[in-house]
């Protein structure tokens, strides 16, 4: 190799693998995470009644109520439970 790379490799060689560490870390890590908390956001925004729903903890539910930060879901006749809107896993398509 020239003299010219050299120098600049033994310069900025140690930011160079700091730079390409950093963005497999972004784009392996924190990209995907970001989407995935979206995609919930976007989720929760559009529950509504008659929704039905699996929590994060695997009760299947039909959605009774919509308040603020929580819900009110039917899980067996005459059986309600409350939870908060964070715990819905995912919205079962009809």
Avoid: C
């Avoid at 010219?4 to 972004?26: C, P």
């Avoid at 979206?38 to 559009?46: A, G, I």
Wanted: proline letters at 2%; zero cysteines; a positive charge.
């Amino acid at each position: 190799m020239n003299n010219q790379l050299m120098d600049f490799l033994n310069r900025y060689g140690y930011w160079i693998y700091i730079l390409i560490f950093v963005a497999i870390f972004y784009f392996t890590l924190i990209l995907p995470q970001k989407r995935r908390q979206k995609r919930h956001s976007k989720l929760l925004e559009s529950l509504e009644v008659g929704d039905k729903v699996v929590t994060m903890g695997g009760i299947f539910g039909t959605i009774k109520k919509v308040f603020e930060n929580k819900i009110l879901i039917t899980v067996a006749p005459s059986v309600d439970i409350e939870i908060t809107k964070n715990a819905v896993g995912r919205k079962l398509t009809k």
